[in-house]
Structure formats: structure tokens, C-alpha cells
């Protein structure tokens, strides 16, 4: 090395220890406190951290205590994500109709509905309730730790001391009213809220919508003997809930494998995280490492607006998370009395349902007032989505048990994921905490040692109970989706309690479907029963997921390669980083040349469309049968096949799409050989070419041509594919033929990271979040990391201190409140 880089390099490190010296000066946050934090005041002043910046934007922060640190994370995401953040604030206070209108449509982030209305009436009946002060209150383990209590007080003073010492200039929020100040409660909220994502947060609609089908001494109920037409159909509930709860339906997915070191060239584990999230809007991931020195030290991704790290790795161990399989809710059928549609009997009690009136401002109207009604399950709901009606009917009502909604431990169990040495320490954190309420956790560490778990917050729904307390609609849906429906009006159905559960009502970590110590263990979204498909994990109640039936082809395609790969060994985290951008499709694979086949074979080189007119498809016939079989940017033929692959699948079943069906025996491989006499083959074939000339798209064209984004001007190609296609690298964007085909990706891989070991001190690591750091146009992090993903290519992750401060690009910042 030169004298001149040596001492470079030395100024460098002093000016590091120095900053670490000041840092390690700062007096503790409580000693600076002027007055205890309440919740409602963001801090009691003097709060303080450091900020060291690495390539493309990624701070490691760095404080004395969880405040400190809470701290430099708030004010470090509001400068990546001002916008985004106060968005969500917006959201969790109720009040989206007071500044965008009542009818304009939510980007969805927390939760899953039709309009801001709905979403106010919802999240202000939460606030002014008191459920989230409850819930804050409430002794750990129950409710959070105090450190995680000071990691949130932290994070609100942080981002507040942000907006109050700079300018925001994001023009999607520059000089925006509902730019505010935050509590430690609005951070809460918004913990509260993802929570809820999977169970109340879907059902909002049907939440805020349910009304009594008469007043409380109205019009005569109807007879006991007489029945409502609009009482629901138990066939029809059980298909739409099944779809419902379908995870491969969803926007969120995940692929996760660790590899045990009996596979790997350093006989140390391997973890690969691949996150299908949304990339805009407020459940994005953001990375950041957060230091406690002699406490924490934990690197990776973090929801918008969540203090702690998600998903992420220290010197020992690596974990990801996959949305699960699990039905994170159950509802409970009421018998009403027969005198008021608002109170239920319970073991022929009549009880009376709670009113929670909401009123929401509304921008250029009049405000908008709504009652809610609770009962001891719940919130009475009316559907579940646009395909599962629940009517409430002079005889019976549904309410919904979302255990979620009593659970504030998402991030207690983020820290002690952090904090975790092993998978053993993996597994018992997730059993002290209990705070996952819609995930899977996949998990490896450096000494070779591979874990996944289902361990998440689901309603203690046994097979025994469902069999013992299912009402009609129950013993119909419950077999198709793990959702139960229990009869509310008999005291001997309750959900009881384990003894390891840490709340009333959920099962408790034991009952987890749990896989330890495996050549391979991986999750693509499907339930526990192929985690390792030579180790097949069987006999957990159905409410966890289901087992001998088809999967995915995502899962299917993942599953051949991981444990390829396994039985191949010497594996390191080149391999890993080669598997992300493998982009094999294995519907390709396992159709690609039946299709071509059948296309030679149409008569003439004509099919009809569904216009009924005729198309000639016969130069799409080489193609696919040129096609490589992978969705790489290059690829010629990955977009011919997408569109047709789309809709042969949508307009075909499965049992006339193959002609070997699925077989429990044979789960990878089957089902397979495509059905080359279908009927739809030619139909899709057809629309599929007359779509892509009438929008000048070449059927050979390569896919980053027609598959991209734009990051300031320029356009950059995407690979990847669709659940459709299986694709590992999962990319899900919307058709426009008119702006080119795909023009902007709407969910997909995310914050991937591929950890392992060598024997050295530090992990060896390689990040990437596809969207960048940052949601402002103007940030110099707002593009650089998709231009990496575009050209797959990765971030060194700096973790030990010697690595982050001789990056090229250090910045240090001490952040400080300003009293």
C-alpha cells in the first residue's frame, strides 16, 4: 500500500474514534430529560446520535441507549422519506379525508381498502378509543419492553428535530399542511396498524360499513323461522374465502433459504432474504445499522416509520421473514335478540353491542359521522374483500377476532432478533417476544446452524374446536382457508389459552411449525409443509396452513434449485448472489416447448381470438421455442410467453392444463406435461400476438425493453418475472401497452441481502434495495440502487467498524435536539 493511502487511511480511523469518543460523551438521555415522556410529548429534550453515511446513503447510527439510537433513526429516515412518513402519520390519525377528500383512493400501505373515508373512520375510531395508549401501558411481556418505549420516544423526537431543522424539499410534500410534528404514540399507531395488516386491516371496509338492518326498537324482526335472503352462502364464502386468504394472491410475498454449513465451503450457515414488498408508498423498506456499543450492534432493512431493524444480520446470525400461510383472524357467528339487531346472546345472556361514533373532516364538505359496533370478539363485519359478504340480518352477525390488535410486539421481537447469536437464540427470541403477526422467520448463523418458524400471532383455533364449534358458513370455509367461523353464542367455544402464550386467545410458540437445523430450509410463501421437502413438516391445525396440495410455482421452481444447489455443497455468498439473479422461470420450463409444439400444430398457422377473429400466430411459434426460459433483461421470448402464460392460466383450471396432475407424493414435480389439445392454448396465443402489434411490440423483443422504470430521465430494464411465471426474482408491474408494456414495477424484490461467514470477525454481506434510500427525486439515493438492480449488481455491506470508516465515502454527522 502507498505512504500517502496508509495515512489516509490512519486520518480516517482517528477521525472515526474520535467521533466515537464524542459520541460515547454524550450524556445518557434520561439525564438530559427536562421532564418523563407521557407518549404525547415526542421527547424530554437532549436527545443526541450519531449518523456515519456509507455508499449509496446507508447511515449507521450510532448512541449510548435505545432513545439515542431511536433517535439517529428517526431523523435519518425523515431525511430519506419525509413524505412518505407523514403520509402514514396522515393515515394513523384519521385524516386522510380532511386533506385529500373522502372519495380519493390510499395507496394501500396500512391497510387494505377502498377510500380515505373508510380509512379515517377506522384508524380515528382506534385513536380516539384509546387502543393504542392501552396497548403502550400494558406491562411487557403483554405489551413492549421499556426499550422498546425509548426506541420509539426516540425515534419521534428524531424525526421532529429533522423537520424542525431543515427544509423539505420533496415536492410531494414541500409546504404541506399535514407536514407535522409526531408522538411516540403516532409511532405506536403506526406499529399498531402494521399489525393489523393481515386481519382488521383487510376488513376495514366491512368494519366501518356495518350498520343494523333496523334501529334498536324499529320495524318487527323478521320470525326465528323466517330466512334472509341475504344470510350468506357457505359454498360461495368457502371459494372466496380461499381466495382471500390466498398468500400467492397477495401484492407482499417473500422467498427466504438458509443453507447449513454442512453445504457450505466454509462449513458456516447461509441466509439469502428476497422480500416481494410494494416500492412505493409506506411499506417500503429502508436501511440503516444501529449500534449500542456492549448492546446492539444489527444491520439491515426497516419498515417506514418502524424503529427497530426487520430483517437483518449481526456478527452471528442472519434472518429473514415470508408472509405466512397463517390465518391471522377468526369471526364469531352472534345470534341476536330477536327485539335488537344490536345485542348478542351469549349462552342466552343478552349482551349489548359497544357504539364507537366516529367523525371525520372532510376536505370542501361537511364532516362525516359513522357508528362502529363491538362486541366482546370484536368489531361486528360485514365482508371480508368484494367476494365475501357477511350480512348482518335480524337473526345473526358476524364479528372478527384479530389477536393482532392486542399486539405492540412487533419491534420488541425486531430487537431481539437483533440482538439473537444463533438460531437457538433466533427461535427464543420469537418465543420470549410473540410479536410476528403475518410472517414466517428463516434464519442461519455462523456456526452452520439453519432454522425456520412459523412462529406468528394467530387465534387459538385447534381442528377440535372448529369441528366442536363451527356454524354452518364454518364448517364449509374453515376446510378451504383456515378461516373459522365459530358459533359466538356458546361460552364452551372460546379460544382458551396456552400456557407458553404470552396473550389470552393465540397459540402459543410451541404449537409452531418449526424446522431446525436442516441442509436447507426455505420459505416462497407457501405453508410449512415444504420447508425442506425431504423433511416434510406435517400435523399443525389447519389455521396454520395446509398440507398435500398443490404448490406454487414459485415455491416449486425454489425448492428444485435450493436443494440442487444443497446436494452440490462448497457453497458461499457468490452463490447465493448468483441464485437472485438466476431468473430462471420454471413455468418455462415446464411448458415453454409444449406451447411452441401446440402453436405449430394450429391449422394453417391460425387461431381465433376471443373477438372471434383470426389471428396468425405461426411466427410465435419459433420463439417460444427459442425462448431461454429465464426472465433476464436480454431474454428474447420471456415477454411472448408472460402475456400468454397470464392468460391461458387465467381462463384454463388446472386439471385441463395438465395432463399429469398433482400428486402428494410427488409435490415438486407435479402437476406437469402441459395439455397441448386445451382448447385455450390457441385463444391466449392469439390475443397474446394481436395485443403485442397492436402496441409495435416485436413477439421476439427483449424484456428490459418493455419491462423497466424511469429514475430521472432514463430508462432502466428490469428482469425478474411474475408469480404467474414462479420467478425467484419476483417482479410484478402493470400492463401498458400504450407506455411501452411494463413500465414501472409496482411490487417485488426489495431489500435482498445475502449473509454468511468466513471465520473472520466480521459477516460477509451483500445488500441491495431496489428502490434506493430515498423517495425524493432530488436525493442523490433516490435511483442509485435500481440502476444496481438493473444491472445486477450488489452493495458490500460494511458492518465491522474498520470497514465503514475507511469507506470512500464517509460522512459523519453528529445529530442533536435543539431545546
Known amino acids: 500500500m502507498h505512504r500517502r493511502t496508509r495515512s489516509a487511511l490512519r486520518r480516517v480511523a482517528l477521525a472515526g474514534a474520535a467521533l466515537l469518543a464524542a459520541a460515547a460523551a454524550v450524556p445518557p438521555a434520561h439525564a438530559q430529560a427536562r421532564a418523563a415522556p407521557d407518549g404525547r410529548t415526542p421527547s424530554g429534550g437532549g436527545l443526541s446520535a450519531v449518523v456515519r453515511y456509507t455508499e449509496n446513503g446507508i447511515p449507521h447510527i450510532l448512541g449510548r441507549d435505545y432513545a439515542q439510537v431511536g433517535f439517529g433513526t428517526g431523523w435519518a429516515q425523515a431525511a430519506d422519506q419525509v413524505c412518505v412518513l407523514a403520509d402514514g402519520f396522515v393515515t394513523v390519525s384519521g385524516e386522510r379525508s380532511r386533506w385529500f377528500g373522502q372519495d380519493a383512493a390510499t395507496d394501500g400501505s396500512l391497510s387494505l381498502l377502498t377510500r380515505n373515508l373508510s380509512s379515517d373512520l377506522y384508524f380515528k375510531g382506534v385513536r380516539e378509543s384509546g387502543t393504542v395508549e392501552r396497548l403502550l401501558a400494558a406491562p411487557a411481556p403483554a405489551g413492549p419492553s421499556k426499550d422498546l418505549k425509548e426506541l420509539m420516544r426516540g425515534w419521534a423526537a428524531g424525526y421532529n428535530a429533522w423537520l424542525a431543522q431543515n427544509k423539505v424539499t420533496d415536492p410531494a410534500c414541500k409546504g404541506a399542511a399535514w407536514l407535522r410534528p409526531v408522538t411516540t404514540v403516532d409511532v405506536a399507531a403506526r406499529g399498531f396498524a402494521i399489525a393489523v395488516l393481515g386481519g382488521e386491516g383487510r376488513g376495514i371496509d366491512g368494519i366501518t360499513g356495518a350498520q343494523p338492518p333496523a334501529p334498536a326498537g324499529g320495524a318487527r324482526p323478521a320470525a326465528p323461522q323466517e330466512a334472509d335472503p341475504r344470510e350468506a352462502d357457505p359454498a360461495a364464502a368457502a371459494q372466496a374465502a380461499r381466495e382471500f386468504f390466498d398468500t400467492s394472491r397477495y401484492d407482499m410475498g417473500s422467498n427466504a433459504v438458509a443453507f447449513a454449513g454442512s453445504t457450505t465451503a466454509s462449513g458456516r450457515g447461509l441466509l439469502l432474504g428476497n422480500p416481494h414488498y410494494p416500492w412505493q408508498g409506506g411499506r417500503r423498506f429502508w436501511q440503516s445499522q444501529q449500534t449500542i456499543p456492549g448492546e446492539l450492534n444489527v444491520s439491515g432493512g426497516s419498515l417506514l416509520g418502524m424503529p427497530a431493524v426487520s430483517i437483518g444480520f449481526n456478527e452471528k446470525v442472519a434472518w429473514s421473514h415470508t408472509v405466512a400461510t397463517g390465518t391471522p383472524v377468526n369471526l364469531h357467528e352472534l345470534t341476536l335478540d330477536p327485539a335488537d339487531p344490536t345485542a348478542y346472546l351469549v349462552d342466552g345472556v343478552p349482551h349489548t353491542m359497544t357504539r364507537r361514533t366516529v367523525t371525520v373532516h372532510v376536505a370542501g364538505g361537511d364532516p362525516v359521522t359513522r357508528t362502529q359496533w363491538w362486541t366482546r370478539y370484536g368489531p361486528v363485519v360485514t365482508s371480508l374483500g368484494a367476494g365475501l359478504p357477511l350480512p348482518w340480518t335480524t337473526r345473526s352477525a358476524y364479528a372478527l377476532n384479530d389477536p393482532n390488535a392486542s ?322 426474482n419476483k417482479v410484478e408491474a402493470r400492463w401498458n401497452a400504450a407506455a411501452g408494456g411494463y413500465p414501472d414495477v409496482a411490487n417485488g424484490s426489495s431489500h435482498i441481502q445475502a449473509v454468511g461467514w468466513d471465520g473472520s470477525s466480521c459477516p460477509v454481506a451483500r445488500t441491495l434495495l431496489t428502490y434506493g434510500q430515498s423517495s425524493n427525486p432530488g436525493s442523490p439515493y433516490y435511483a442509485d440502487q435500481t440502476r444496481l438492480f438493473s444491472e445486477e449488481r450488489w452493495v458490500r455491506a460494511r458492518f465491522c467498524e474498520r470497514d465503514i470508516l475507511t469507506s470512500p465515502q464517509l460522512k459523519v454527522v453528529l445529530v442533536r435536539e435543539r431545546r
Open 407 to 728: 399486539n405492540l410486539r412487533g419491534s420488541d421481537t425486531a430487537l431481539a432478533l437483533g440482538k439473537a447469536r444463533s438460531v437457538a437464540g433466533i427461535q427464543a427470541a420469537l418465543a420470549r417476544t410473540q410479536g410476528l403477526p403475518w410472517v414466517n422467520t428463516v434464519a442461519a448463523d455462523s456456526a452452520g446452524g439453519t432454522l425456520f418458524t412459523q412462529t406468528q400471532v394467530l387465534p387459538r383455533i385447534t381442528d377440535e374446536l372448529a369441528a366442536r364449534c363451527s356454524t354452518p358458513l364454518g364448517r364449509a370455509v374453515y376446510p378451504a382457508s383456515g378461516l373459522a367461523v365459530l358459533d359466538g353464542a356458546r361460552g364452551d367455544c372460546a379460544l382458551g389459552s396456552d400456557a407458553d402464550a404470552v396473550q389470552p386467545g393465540v397459540f402459543g410458540p410451541g404449537k409452531a411449525p418449526t424446522l431446525r437445523d436442516a441442509p436447507y430450509a426455505e420459505n416462497s410463501n407457501d405453508s410449512a409443509w415444504l420447508a425442506n421437502a425431504d423433511r416434510p413438516l406435517t400435523g399443525y391445525e389447519r389455521i396454520w396452513g395446509n398440507v398435500a396440495t398443490p404448490r406454487s410455482l414459485r415455491t416449486r421452481g425454489a425448492v428444485e434449485d435450493v436443494s440442487a444447489m444443497a446436494g452440490k455443497g462448497r457453497l458461499t455468498v457468490a452463490d447465493l448472489q448468483e441464485l437472485q439473479f438466476a431468473n430462471r422461470a420454471p413455468a418455462g420450463d415446464l411448458a415453454a416447448a409444449d406451447a411452441a409444439r401446440a402453436c405449430s400444430a394450429l391449422p394453417g398457422g391460425t387461431a381465433t381470438a376471443a373477438d372471434g377473429s383470426a389471428v396468425d400466430v405461426s411466427a410465435a411459434c419459433a420463439v417460444l421455442a427459442g425462448w431461454d426460459r429465464t426472465t433476464d433483461a436480454g431474454s428474447r421470448g420471456a415477454l411472448l410467453f408472460d402475456r400468454f402464460w397470464r392468460r391461458l392460466t387465467a381462463s384454463t383450471p388446472a386439471a385441463d392444463l395438465w395432463l399429469v396432475p398433482f400428486s402428494a407424493a410427488d409435490p415438486v414435480r407435479t402437476p406437469r406435461t402441459l395439455n397441448r389439445e386445451a382448447p385455450g392454448i390457441g385463444r391466449a396465443l392469439a390475443d397474446t400476438v394481436a395485443e403485442l402489434r397492436a402496441a409495435g411490440i416485436a413477439l421476439d423483443a427483449p424484456l428490459g425493453e418493455h419491462q423497466f422504470v424511469v429514475r430521472g430521465g432514463q430508462k432502466l430494464p428490469v428482469g425478474g418475472g411474475t408469480e404467474a411465471l414462479g420467478v425467484w
